[in-house]
């Protein structure tokens, strides 16, 4: 028999996953499975009036709340942990029509939080587009030069979601002069001028700089003018 010191089961309605072999003290069944003890004996699910109810599994916590409301009668599933000296859940059991009743609510939930990511996606993306039409805008609005396709690539480029550049951030995003003038400038650093090969040439992040600013001043001019001067 279990030492003295064993907990006793929990009280309530509560079924036992033994941890030695058992008989049911009605029936004569086993070993059993899982048994409920009435006045201290061990019966089967069937002799307790319980073998109608389906075994789910912790784990699932909103599976197991709304089957618990679904069925009429639920009995917790517990385990004696021997290194813990306590009873720890295992599950429950609750009658299966309230078990497939909560599987197909959680089901629709699933669905609708599907739904409303697939919303919050084109929402997204509905904002990326105005933004970048904003910000290819602002771009021609200070450099009327800039051929237009550039401008939309550039704003694109700089509004890219996660990208962490400068469209995306406050500043960016408020479209601001100076954030807008960064973008084209880090464009046409990398468009229109040696730089990066000349960063693949070992040359320095300073020294690159240096040798184009002549030639990104340039670009920048030629655009800041009226397109139709040119
Ligand atoms: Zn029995």
Same mark, same amino acid.
Request: a positive charge; hydrophobic letters at 45%.
């Given at each position: ?15 036992? +996953? ?6 049911? !003290? ?9 048994? &409920?003890?009435? =006045?201290?004996?061990? #019966? ?9 109810? @389906?075994?789910?599994?912790?784990? =699932? ?17 517990? %385990?004696?942990? %021997? #290194? %813990?000296?306590? *009873?720890?859940? +295992? ?23 599907? #739904?409303?990511?697939?919303? =919050?996606?084109?929402? #997204?993306? !509905? ?6 039409? !904003? ?12 051929? $237009? ?5 550039? $704003? ?17 995003? $408020? ?8 973008? @084209? &400038?880090?464009?046409?650093?990398? &468009?229109?001028?040696? *730089?990066? +090969? ?20 340039? @670009?920048? %001019? ?9």
């Amino acid at each position: 028999m279990a030492p003295s010191s064993t907990p006793r089961v929990p009280s309530g309605l509560v079924a036992v +996953q033994p941890l030695r072999s058992k008989r049911c !003290a009605g029936c004569r069944r086993g070993p059993l499975p899982l048994l &409920v003890l009435e =006045d201290g004996a061990p #019966r089967c699910l069937h002799c307790a009036d319980l073998g109608h109810l @389906v075994f789910l599994p912790r784990g =699932d916590t909103a599976l197991t709340r709304r089957a618990r409301e679904e069925s009429t009668l639920s009995v917790v599933v517990v %385990r004696f942990n %021997r #290194r %813990r000296s306590r *009873y720890e859940r +295992q599950g429950v059991l609750v009658e299966e029509a309230a078990l497939a009743r909560a599987e197909a609510r959680c089901l629709a939930d699933a669905e609708a939080r599907r #739904r409303r990511r697939a919303r =919050d996606a084109r929402r #997204r993306a !509905a904002e990326d587009e105005r933004f970048t039409a !904003a910000f290819a805008a602002e771009i021609l609005r200070l450099f009327p030069g800039c051929p $237009a396709d550039r401008a939309r690539a550039i $704003a694109a480029h700089a509004s890219a979601r996660g990208s962490g550049r400068v469209g995306r951030s406050a500043a960016g995003r $408020a479209l601001t002069e100076g954030a807008v003038i960064s973008a @084209v &400038v880090a464009a046409v650093r990398h &468009v229109d001028t040696p *730089y990066d +090969q000349l960063l693949m040439s070992g040359a320095s992040r300073f020294e690159a700089r240096w040798r184009i600013a002549a030639g990104v001043e340039s @670009v920048l %001019r030629g655009w800041a003018e009226e397109a139709d001067v040119g």
